[in-house]
């Protein structure tokens, strides 16, 4: 019998929760969040959520 391993991929929620954490130390940027939040708006179906320095420009 072959025992074959599969390592899923985080959930997206585990992700971003992750870098939330990370940035406490300083080792997430805000591109990473970003990019972590819309993965996770993407993989939900959810509405896009636009980030607020883009506000009025």
């Known amino acids: 019998m072959v025992s074959a391993t599969l390592t899923a ?3 997206p929620t585990q992700t971003l929760r ?3 954490e990370d940035s406490a ?3 997430a940027s805000a591109d990473e969040l970003h ?3 819309l ?3 993407t ?6 959520t636009k ?3 883009t506000e009025g420009a």
């Not at 993989?43 to 896009?48: F, R």
């Open 39 to 41: 993965t996770l708006e």
């Open 9 to 11: 991929a985080p959930a």
């Open 25 to 27: 130390c300083g080792m």
């Open 43 to 48: 993989t939900m179906g959810w509405t896009l």
């Open 18 to 20: 992750d870098l939330i």
């Open 35 to 37: 990019n972590a939040l």
């Open 51 to 53: 980030p607020t320095e």
